[in-house]
């Protein structure tokens, strides 16, 4: 097989092990046989019959061994051969690449912690950029002059109809009413560098407390880019997990008393 397809399934492989993992080593792992079939069931994803029984005088994972299974079997259904079958570590074209595929990944059953901290990570900077997004669109729709705004006028609160205001799907158009501006400018806002600029332009405000560092902001998402896009392996440990939660937590404070003090939006 070739060596680009030959890494990508066994990166595939690895994920699927620290998703059994996580999984059955905690959240599942307390389940009897039964209420693992009909978690299973919930997921879409059929109970293969037999995989709750221990093969004899052998210590297994049980919850693991029954979601394994019935991976295995819904994928090799769908797709016509098993994941394994695709990127078996015999077969590989060059020996160097035996487990570059696991480690880019940073996945796999022999760092299935790092797996699930890296991944909680990336979901972390994505529920920072939500907060981002959700404070631009309310900005743009009670204070759409920017940060020329009377300082001596009332303070606003933001309504939840703002945040929660579902769009109106017009083909492959998102329109929105409040503001309508919004269906435009989302998209833009969306990336990191391009919502930066609206804030600081538009509003005078920056995302990044006074204190905390922008460039060590820009290295994180260079690991969660890593991450995301499977460029390469990325080693957190939970200490610096917690890092990134105390900094996107003073940049969310920071970012409301910037909307208050400036612009009299409660967010």
């Known amino acids: 097989m070739p060596a680009i397809l030959w890494t990508g399934f066994r990166q595939f492989e690895a994920i699927r092990e620290s998703v059994v993992w996580a999984l059955s080593g905690n959240a599942l792992a307390d389940l009897s046989p039964e209420s693992v079939g009909e978690w299973l069931q919930t997921q879409g994803v059929p109970k293969v019959e037999g995989s709750d029984q221990d093969p004899p005088h052998v210590h297994v994972n049980l919850p693991g061994l029954m979601i394994s299974t019935a991976m295995i079997s819904s994928f090799s259904s769908l797709f016509g051969y098993p994941l394994e079958a695709l990127a078996r570590r015999t077969d590989s074209p060059d020996e160097r690449l035996t487990e570059y595929a696991v480690a880019r990944s940073g996945a796999g059953w022999q760092n299935p912690a790092n797996f699930v901290i890296t991944s909680a990570f990336v979901r972390l900077l994505g529920a920072s950029e939500q907060f981002e997004m959700d404070v631009l669109k309310s900005l743009l729709y ?3 002059s920017g940060k020329a705004i009377d300082t001596n006028s009332e303070p606003i609160m933001v309504e939840a109809d703002v945040l929660l205001e579902q769009p109106e799907v017009d083909g492959e158009k998102r329109i929105f009413h409040k503001l309508p501006i919004w269906t435009w400018i ?16 538009v509003f005078g405000i920056k995302t990044v407390a006074a204190k905390c560092s922008a460039k060590k902001k820009a290295e994180w998402y260079e690991k969660r880019n890593a991450i995301a896009h499977g460029r390469s392996g990325v080693e957190m440990a939970l200490s610096e997990y917690i890092e990134v939660e105390v900094f996107l937590a003073k940049s969310l404070l920071h970012v409301a008393i910037e909307c208050a003090e400036k612009l009299g939006v409660l967010i």
């Open 142 to 144: 009670y204070r759409p």
């Open 186 to 201: 989302r998209k833009q806002a969306e990336n990191n560098i391009e919502r930066d600029k609206i804030f600081s332009n």
